[in-house]
């Protein structure tokens, strides 16, 4: 019995002390030191454009195109760079609609049309074209102790008596209709949003006074009682809530991969701290479905949990961290967006595009923490812009002066340089000791001041190894580390940094982790045949960085690099293959493992362009 069926590993897997030596000089431009034994071939075909871990929009938010930002255009170009810009995200909805009031009738969900109703209220009508179930017990069911999708489950009739057609469970169950998430904002709220009625007390005054010349054109009075409503409706800095950074272990904000269910499985390796997706600050305030839904957590991430955004604008920058205090309570921190590279926010202000005007950045950050209640404000940049001209030390210390902010963060690349050199951590040492200064200067007048906390500094950039962890946060100034790229490849590495060791995963132990993974994918997006979907297309996003994971028990030295491409290698067992492939069928074929059979309309094409060896399928 191979271990993909039993689980087990085999003694095989022990890492020989004596790694021998290659016929070729494989260690050479960027490949990865595999030893002799697990390579297949010494080719490298394996070129990919890394942006998409950059935090920036979902596909959700601005349609498939503007989520997709390769790489490779023109004559002559590496045609696996890059992104497959031509996917389309097509989901498969149910032929039959089943009424609210009959998919669990213990929901008490009544049907809200009567009569009028058209969705279908037939049980065994509905069972009667329903696609076939999965085998086993239901994930969802054994977490919470019901299904929340009732008879629409794909994995039914573990929980549904076929005789007296009713929905079973577990003894002494508690329903939670939020199945443990929070930060959820009601639909009413929405539409006051939508609609513009939405009335904001405290952004409206906070801009208010923010415009110095329209103040100065009020009479006496007129600004006197701006006043008075501005010092009653802000929170100061020192009743915000509390930050904590210092060696703590934080999971950057990441497109599309970033998810719910991801941040919840990081949590149970070891993060501290955690970011939604980016969410744009306008379509927060207009009430917008799929940008409210990046600000829920589970609420095992807070506290902890920050919302980031992205806006250009005062009253955008405003009135969204009003909304966010106002609606989204289970929030740590609002982190402002200031160091996404992708064109379309950076043409209209957002993102790295702030960078270019430190007036306009804190600015920004001054409306949004008068408007934030008691959520502090932080900020996410790069160096700069160009790659000759790092402006980050200068912007840093006006943002320190100003005093609106408790946290910075500073990707050690610039905007031109994307993910072609590796992060300048010099750079960043040098806005760590401004930033030490700064701290310095704030003991000796804490006794005076309002500020809550010194100001945390966190670099960001390359960090794979507990070695990288240690090397970065000993350097001055440098608080933590904020992992992105090595934390999606390598979910463990907060147990590495924790261990202060590397930790030689077995294929087994790393498939546990895709099994809760995925279970947390089902909780959240749904048991029934849209959730699978859901759940099965991220988990092949998910995996589609997982791939890249080399184990170090076959590599011949440590430690392993980020930029290092592996040549075509073989694990130590059937199951590490399997793992390591970059063939997106395999990743679907892991996917089943746990989500059941996809069914024959279930497509996925990845969003990284690799053509490496596919492992065959049975």
Known sequence: ????????????????????????????????????????????????????????????????????????????????????????????????????????????????????????????????????????????????????????????????????????????????????????????????????????????????????????????????????????????????????????????????????PYRRLMKTLG????????????????????????????????????????????????KSAEVIYRFASNVSEINLNCGCPIDLLFKKGEGSALMLSSNRMKNLLKVMNDSSGDIPITVKMRMGVKDNKPVATEIVSKLLDAGDIGAITVHGRSRQQRYTKEANWDYIEQVGKIVKAYNEQYEEKKDVSDRPNPVYLIGNGDCYTYEDYYEHVGREGIDTVMVARGALIKPWIFEEIEARQYLDKSASERLRIIENYSRFALQHWGSDDFGVNTARRYLCEFLSFTYRYIPVGILEKLPPKLNQRPPKWRGRNELETLLGSSDYKDWIKISEMFLGKANENFTFIPKHKSNAYETPRN
């Open 1 to 260: 019995m191979s271990e993909l069926e039993s689980g087990k590993r085999p003694i095989e897997e022990s890492v020989e002390s004596e790694p021998k030596k290659s016929k070729v000089d494989h260690f050479a431009n960027g490949v990865a030191p595999i030893k002799t034994e697990f390579i297949i071939s010494y080719t490298n075909d394996n070129a990919i454009d890394d942006d998409a871990a950059e935090a920036a929009p979902t596909s959700e938010q601005l349609g498939d195109s503007r989520d997709q930002k390769g790489q490779g255009k023109g004559k002559g170009k590496n045609k696996n760079r890059g992104q497959n810009k031509a996917r389309k995200l097509v989901q498969t909805k149910e032929d039959l609609k089943v009424c609210p009031s009959i998919i669990d009738p213990e929901a008490g969900k009544p049907c809200l049309k009567g009569s009028e109703c058209n969705w279908c209220h037939d049980v065994d009508a509905y069972l009667a074209q329903k696609e076939e179930c999965f085998e086993g017990p239901c994930p969802v069911k054994e977490e919470l102790g019901y299904c929340p999708q009732g008879i629409r489950c794909r994995w039914l009739y573990s929980h549904f008596d076929k005789d007296t057609k009713k929905l079973t469970y577990e003894e002494g169950y508690v329903r939670d209709e939020n199945k443990g998430e929070v930060n959820f904002i009601s639909l009413d709220d929405k539409r006051m949003l939508y609609k513009k009625k939405f009335d904001f007390p405290v952004s409206e005054v906070a801009l208010e006074m923010y415009d110095k010349e329209r103040l100065e054109r009020f009479d006496v009075e007129k600004r006197k009682e701006l006043e008075a409503a501005y010092n009653e409706a802000k929170i100061k800095a020192g009743e915000k809530k509390k930050l904590d950074y210092k060696n703590k272990k934080v999971v950057s904000p990441l497109t599309t991969v970033g998810n719910l």
């Open 271 to 318: 993060a501290d701290i955690t970011f939604s997706e980016m969410a744009l600050a306008n379509s927060l305030i207009t009430g917008q479905n799929s940008e409210w839904a990046l600000l829920k957590a589970h609420k095992s991430e807070y506290p902890g949990f920050g919302a980031q955004i992205a806006a250009s604008k005062p009253w955008q920058a405003a």
